[in-house]
């Protein structure tokens, strides 16, 4: 019998699907996260608070058979590019790269 560790490339429906997978790994921790497909954002006020929830975060991820790049991954990072845009702790602008317009 063959079956499929990853989800394979050519499914029409492959984005949805894996969306609605992540929605409900992610459900439990959704008070201090925002996710999109693959990328997730976690917010915290301290440093021991944001290892914490990535800590949390991981375990869950482990029980879904949901696998990090961690060579892709940010931690503890103050600003951060997401979806096109730049997210600072007071504010949020757009990506200057993906501005078709400047001055």
């Keep these: 019998m063959f079956e499929f560790t990853v989800m394979p490339f050519g499914v029409t429906n492959r984005p949805g699907t894996f969306q609605r997978y992540i929605d409900e790994a992610m459900q439990p921790h959704e008070a ?20 914490q929830r990535v ?37 949020v602008e757009a990506d200057p790269d993906t501005v078709a317009i400047k001055d």
């Excluded at 869950?60 to 997210?87: C, H, P, R, W």
């Design 55 to 91: 800590a949390a975060i991981k375990e869950t991820l482990d029980e879904f058979q949901i696998k990090i790049n961690y060579k892709k991954a940010v931690y503890k990072a103050q600003s951060i590019k997401f979806l096109g845009i730049i997210i600072h702790p007071d504010r």
């Design 32 to 51: 201090y996260t925002s996710w999109y497909i693959d990328n997730i954002l976690v917010f915290a006020n301290t440093e021991e608070q944001h290892d």
